[in-house]
T-cell receptor
Framework: NAGVMQNPRHLVRRRGQEARLRCSPMKGHSHVYWYRQLPEEGLKFMVYLQKENIIDESGMPKERFSAEFPKEGPSILRIQQVVRGDSAAYFC?????????????FGPGTRLTVL | AQTVTQSQPEMSVQEAETVTLSCTYDTSESNYYLFWYKQPPSRQMILVIRQEAYKQQNATENRFSVNFQKAAKSFSLKISDSQLGDTAMYFCAFTGAGTYKYIFGTGTRLKVLA
């Protein structure tokens, strides 16, 4: 009964490099959400995906950030040309359905550090 | 816009005692869900308790219970018989019944003292 899996747990990148964060939802869950947690803050919604579809990316910066959830494999959050301000913890959550009645379960997060 | 406010940045409690963490929220929706998540030093987000707004009965999970005051838009978490393992950041979160975005407060850092 594996929960939401995220890897890597820690990722260090130099400015200008690319960061790829992976998320495998819980078994039976087809809805994936990405949140970002800046230091000393709560989590903030970034993007919501279903298989092969981005449903809502209203919380994601317009440039350098992209997300996908392919038919096969994990969901990927990609950050191109990282800057120091991208340093944060990135959490993935999954749910069975996409309404408040269905609790979102969170993964352990990926802590991104940009040098 | 919906907001969640946690006005206590830090709290401490002696082991075995009871502590209450505050949370208020603002929404115009009539049906919604409220959550408390625990984030220990490992940074994993762990669901502690969940409350449906249409239920008048306060949710409880073992040593954890909530005081849900819908009219006041208040949702406090009570931890009884505090244990050292309860030391963590605690986040209050809100979501509307017809949506999927969780709105989080800024958290309360709880330290349980031996």
């Amino acid at each position: 009964n594996a929960g939401v899996m995220q890897n890597p747990r820690h990722l260090v990148r130099r400015r200008g490099q690319e960061a790829r964060l992976r998320c495998s939802p819980m078994k039976g869950h087809s809805h994936v959400y990405w949140y970002r947690q800046l230091p000393e803050e709560g989590l903030k919604f970034m993007v919501y995906l279903q298989k092969e579809n981005i449903i809502d990316e209203s919380g994601m910066p317009k440039e350098r950030f992209s997300a996908e959830f392919p038919k096969e494999g994990p969901s990927i959050l990609r950050i191109q040309q990282v800057v120091r301000g991208d340093s944060a913890a990135y959490f993935c959550a999954s749910s069975r359905r996409d309404r408040g009645a269905d609790t979102q379960y969170f993964g352990p997060g990926t802590r991104l550090t940009v040098l | 816009a919906q907001t969640v406010t946690q006005s206590q940045p830090e709290m401490s409690v002696q082991e075995a005692e009871t502590v209450t963490l505050s949370c208020t929220y603002d929404t115009s929706e009539s049906n919604y869900y409220l959550f408390w998540y625990k984030q220990p030093p490992s940074r994993q987000m762990i669901l502690v308790i969940r409350q449906e707004a249409y239920k008048q009965q306060n949710a409880t999970e073992n040593r954890f219970s909530v005081n849900f005051q819908k009219a006041a838009k208040s949702f406090s978490l009570k931890i009884s018989d505090s244990q050292l393992g309860d030391t963590a950041m605690y986040f209050c979160a809100f979501t509307g019944a017809g949506t999927y975005k969780y709105i989080f407060g800024t958290g309360t850092r709880l330290k349980v003292l031996a």
